[in-house]
């Protein structure tokens, strides 16, 4: 196997003999054959399009396949062999052709033969690189045009744009300057697609708003609920109304607690733990069920294997999984099963509810803060938490920002912080928390409106992003950012693998992209100190 589309790969280069996730050679290999199908599929598709012809099946599968294949989603090749064969279906019915083998062993040496590596050999590595940075762009697209979807908006266009993009991929002589084009033109796509999700949320559930979220025990029966998934929370509240169990959300459901429509219901009693990669030992000490509704899982301890389930695309072999009907019954009754909290621990509680609906709320004030001199700088410290060392660098950035700044935060990154007390200025908690990772939207919403109130450009703005990535929503996130010509970003902990010193160096010359150094010398850069 090789794979290198997260950031805790293997020695900074690739996961070859086994994923540090926990993906095995044979996933990777039907991962890296899925996605070769839906490449096929997608040439297809864009034909058809460019045709005229409707081509809903293959929207819907490449869509789901991609997300399927992100960081922490599947890990069964049993169901993921599933998904080819489905996938091969509709390509023959799309004209297309496809030897399918009839064995999961002969599906597998297929994929190792469409891997990475055999790419870099006839491509290179600079050309393989991009194309993977375009694929991982589309996987975190993907998986946020799923959520939209889930929620009933979907856009046409970005159907059209992944069957086009996907389809160039198969290209077998692209240039450096044709894949930065698409490169960029992802993260455009992604602004769409991080909009339609926004107004999927809002519309749905109304606009956040700042509220002050439990982070202790109730006494009781309990189901911990992570992942991204606002619909799947909202089902199991529903279901479990009247029964005596508390819901907790956990990683990057936390934000939900902002929602009129989700923190209604009086059993959505707060949030426990942290981002995702603590959950072994998080999940372990629950006394309760545990619902998974997307990434990130990692490989279940037995300990609590009979009690956490998942649900969406989301998949571990022998967990079980909660199908498109959605009754959370099993799920319920496991909580019932367990042994909930014995007591109720005194209230401690974190804000978040900060989207670009509260935020633009207290413009004025923000403004006047600003000219006055009382709020100085902005840093966005946004982006995945993750297990390898060097995180620190955000707690420790996060805590030397001086006390006439603020702090934005989104995605599971902030638990390395948000616990910290950072006050206010003048009444603003200089700590506002805008929501999950494809919340950035509202980021760059808040962005936009400032640089107009203030009569300049977004890279103008005293503004600093900080970015921290693990898998690849962040990678689309980052190009949604470049797209808009966002200058001087600096990103850590490491920079991907996939990323050429070629490539780099595109970035650097183009838009001032930087790794992230040393707590002192990255904030001294940023004030213009
Ligand atoms: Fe984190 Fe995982 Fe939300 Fe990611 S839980 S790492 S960027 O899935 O998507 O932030
Ligand atoms: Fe390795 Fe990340 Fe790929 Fe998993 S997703 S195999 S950890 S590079």
């Known amino acids: 196997m090789f794979c290198y589309q997260c950031e805790q790969t293997s020695q900074a280069t690739g996961c070859t003999a086994f994923g540090v996730c926990g993906k095995d050679p044979d996933t990777a290999a039907l991962q890296d054959l899925l996605m070769q199908i839906c490449k096929k599929i997608s040439e297809k598709a ?4 460019l045709a005229g012809e409707a081509t809903r099946e293959a929207d819907l599968f490449v869509t ?13 090749p049993k169901d993921i062999a599933g998904i080819i064969s489905r996938g091969v279906a509709l390509l023959k019915e799309l004209g297309g052709e496809w030897e399918l083998p009839d064995t999961l062993d002969g599906l597998i040496s297929q994929g190792e033969k469409v891997g990475i590596e055999s790419r870099m050999t006839s491509l290179g590595e600079d050309i393989t690189g991009l194309q993977e940075l375009i694929l991982y762009g589309l996987k975190g697209t993907a998986a946020y045009a799923d959520h939209a979807f ?5 856009d046409d266009s970005v159907y059209a744009f992944f069957h086009e993009a996907m389809a160039f991929l198969l290209n077998p002589a692209p240039t450096v300057d044709e894949l930065v084009a698409l490169t960029l033109k992802v993260g455009e796509v992604n602004l769409t697609v991080m909009g339609l999700l ?12 700042p509220t002050p979220v439990r982070i202790t025990p109730v006494k009781g ?5 992570s992942g991204h998934d606002l619909k799947d929370l909202e089902i199991l509240l529903k279901q479990t109304e009247g029964k005596g169990i508390n819901i907790y959300t956990h990683g990057e459901m936390l934000p939900c607690h902002g929602y009129p429509e989700l923190k209604k219901y009086p059993h959505l009693v707060g949030n426990y733990g942290g981002a995702w990669q603590d959950q072994r030992s998080e999940f372990e000490a629950f006394p309760g069920a545990i619902l998974m509704t997307t990434n990130c899982i990692q490989k279940p301890k037995e300990n609590y294997k009979a009690r956490i389930f998942t649900t969406g695309l989301v998949q571990w072999p022998g967990v079980e999984h909660i199908g498109e009907e959605k009754d959370f019954t ?18 401690k509680t974190i804000l978040t509810g900060f989207g670009h609906n509260a935020v633009l709320g207290v413009a004025p004030q ?3 803060a600003v000219k006055s001199g009382a709020l100085k700088h902005f840093f966005l410290i946004g982006g995945c938490d993750g297990a390898k060392p060097g995180r620190n660098y955000y707690t420790d950035f996060a805590e030397a920002v001086p006390d006439d700044c603020a702090i934005l935060t989104l995605a599971c990154g902030k638990f390395r912080f948000n616990k910290l007390d950072f006050g206010d200025i003048g009444g603003i908690p200089r700590l506002l928390d805008m929501g999950q ?10 962005a936009i409106a400032l640089a107009e109130a203030f009569e300049c450009g977004v890279n103008d703005l005293p503004l600093s992003m900080i970015l921290s990535w693990y898998e690849q929503k962040a990678i689309c996130v980052l190009l949604t950012l470049l797209h808009l010509g966002i200058k001087d970003i600096k990103v850590g902990p490491t920079l991907p693998a996939f990323i050429t010193p070629t490539v780099l160096q595109v970035l650097i010359d183009n838009f001032n992209i930087a790794p992230v150094t040393t707590v002192e010398d990255d904030m001294k850069e940023c004030l213009g100190a």
């Not at 864009?46 to 399009?49: G, P, T, Y």
């Not at 029966?221 to 609920?225: F, Q, R, T």
């Open 46 to 49: 864009h034909a058809k399009r």
């Open 64 to 76: 789901e396949g991609l997300f399927t294949t992100v960081t922490n989603v599947n890990f069964d």
């Open 150 to 154: 889930v929620l009933g908006k979907e």
């Open 198 to 209: 926004d107004a999927a949320n809002t519309g749905t559930y109304g606009h956040p708003v």
């Open 221 to 225: 029966k309990a189901i911990l609920v």
């Open 330 to 347: 099993p799920v319920i009754e496991a909580a019932l099963a367990a042994e909930g909290f014995a007591e109720t621990e005194e209230e």
């Open 366 to 368: 923000v403004i006047d």
């Open 437 to 446: 990772c494809n919340d950035s939207y509202s980021a760059i919403q808040v």
